[in-house]
């Protein structure tokens, strides 16, 4: 039942609806059209300067974003209109602000994300705001076919949803496998944190369902409308956890018109690197410590090497001797110049080749009468050029104190388990084990935040290119002087364009070669987000994280790094945490970056899984031991949650029935099963569902998928089947969060198919266990 008594809305009403929608969309028709020809004739822009180029740039990208945003503003664009109190008039809130002819008055459509537009979100009877009615405006395609009113006057306190009828008919749709918006009817709760100061770390704890992805989503899309000319510079990063959730959430934020977002999973925070190898989540566990700071310092401390003995090199035919002090003092000052590796090599090569170079001239001056004196500077410096280039001397450089990637800092220490006993004194043996891997392994998404802090202790030697960048700009130059060469000497030609004429003569006169190399060079036109994906060194104004519970602490250190003013927005359930490596507890993972300075908000109404099945998952969370209380489902009836013991033989034939005759009913279906029981399944509901998908990139719109707990996680599907949930528990490293989750993914029906008996903490099934 609604909140309150939806009016029987006439239909005069939708017709006068539909005649200011039709113009809200002739208003959108023109503003793009205004927006496409403003980008057209800028692209045409002649860039006489820089300056010029760099304006033409940035027009040509601000027309572009809106004609993109006016686009993705057509479907529903309107959603709905507050009437205030003292006949203020009404209010139409959209996906997107249209101003109206008379500048003086309220716009034609209000953004969403704009001030004006809040009431429409968070007026109650009780807290009306000055509003004494809100109306949904539910339309297909540019035609309304929908009102749903909420009168706000009655003074009694409803359910606390906002437009419920709106709402649970926006529920109860069925699921594409891709995430949709929820501009039209965003509840009062969620508004809170969607418009939270940007400042700060915001913590979200939402049980399963609460809408904890939807608001991060719209607080990005919020925030970049707020501070957009801030965010618009630095970017927006928002994290998953694997690629299959952020294609299930890559629509929306386009969808609400925003398409400069750089969207990431925990793998592909490192440029130019798509971490997807598996390991053990021991293994994923132990890189994720923070130790591992210390152990990559002492890994790279351990490749600046001091012989045990003296070491000789032979130039052109003559011995020199490099003793272990004069390493160790060439490195000690290495380090005191430098305390980043790769920066502080060419000090240390410096000094070794000092040293051989004195060798090199006593022993030559041995040889002579006059000794080492006769020779002058010009002599010396030959010589050291000579031991410098000598292949022998280069190569025990490189054995000394070698360059180094961070890839191949880490590959060789997980390689040699004599390297990590030395980076790692503390650790037992079988935590140094977890850390050994062949050679050739590719990367885990474990390991992109320990290259990243590779990077951080071996800092980047970009000399070779910014001689690059030096020499193209002298190229540059050249050719820009050669130009001008060419105008000059035109100048005696009779010039009868008068145009070229005048071109001819500014160029010659008030540009010089360095104004025409500058006028030449490329524009970066990129986005923010593609530079900044390609960037290591960006920092972002905002960074949101979700599914948060699951970040290792070095992955935290990864973010916030590249966050320095640590505004962001973190949001998860720690009661659903699946890997070790993750958290049961928001301060102990944000206390070492962030101390006790954020602040904590709480989703409570489960908009997702209809009541009688979290009921069930209920008992699950209630075992965990976390102390969280289940959300309340907004949505109750429906399907009652089934369950069947099949047999340890019959399992996997029982659940390609299941599965085939589920998928077969409309919208998604997916089921979720212990690692052990993957293969069986799919295969036995490959025979009946050729389409079947299973894996990490398994796509749910496509037909049903078979999925491990944590590849479920954060995604739902219309019908789930928990396959085994005693195998969930028992495979899991944090079974019964991973059964939680696996039981909360079902927007309408869940089916628990089990080889034995249930599992106690599934009391609840067993009356209805065939
Ligand atoms: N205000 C709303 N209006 C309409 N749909 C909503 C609303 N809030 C949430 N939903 C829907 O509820 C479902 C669950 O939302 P979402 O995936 O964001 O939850 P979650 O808290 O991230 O869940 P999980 O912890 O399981 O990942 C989605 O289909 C989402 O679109």
Redesign the pocket.
Known sequence: MPATPSDVVPDTELAREQEYVTDLYTRLDAAREHAARRMQQAITWPAVDPQALQERDATVRFHGERVVALDAAEAGLCVGRIDRADDGGALYIGRIGLPADDPGGDPALVDWRAPAARPFYVATPVHPLGIVRRRHIRTRGRTVVRLDDEVLTSGIAGSGLTGEAA?LS??DAS?TGR??D?V????AE?DRIIRSDAAGVLVVQ???????????LHRAAYLLYTHRERLARRGLLVVGPTPTFLRYIADVLPALGETGVLLAGLGQLRPGLDARGEESPEAAAVKGRLAMVDVLRAAVADRQVVPDAPVEVVVDGYPLRLRPVDVSRARTAARKADPLHNLARPVFVRRVVDTLTRRYVDRIGSGVQAGPDLLDREDVAALRSEVAQDPQVRSLLARLWPVLTPERLLTDLYADPARITAATPDWSDADRALLHRPRGSGWTPADVPLLEEAEELLGFDDSAQRARADRDRQRALRRAQETLDVLHGSRSVDLEDEHLEAEVLSAGDLLSAEDLADRHRELDLRTTAERAAADRTWTFGHVVV??AQELSPMAWRLLVRRCPTRSMTV???VA?TGSLAGTDRWEEVLAPHVGSAWRLEE?TVN??TPAEVMAVAAEVLAATGTGLRPPRSVRTGGTPPAAEVTGESGLARRAAEVGADLAGAEGTTALVVPPSRRDAVVAALAELRPDVQSGPDADSSLGPVVLLPGEA????FDSVVVVDPQGVLDEGVRGLNDLY?AL??A?QRLTVLSPGALPSVLAGLASVAA
């Open positions: 709402l926006a529920l699921r995430m949709t929820i039209r009817t965003i509840q969620q939402g049980g399963p369902g609460t809408g904890k992805t939807a608001v991060a979700d599914e949001v998860g359930d659903q989703l908009y997702r996680k954060g995604l739902e989750v909360t993914r927007t």
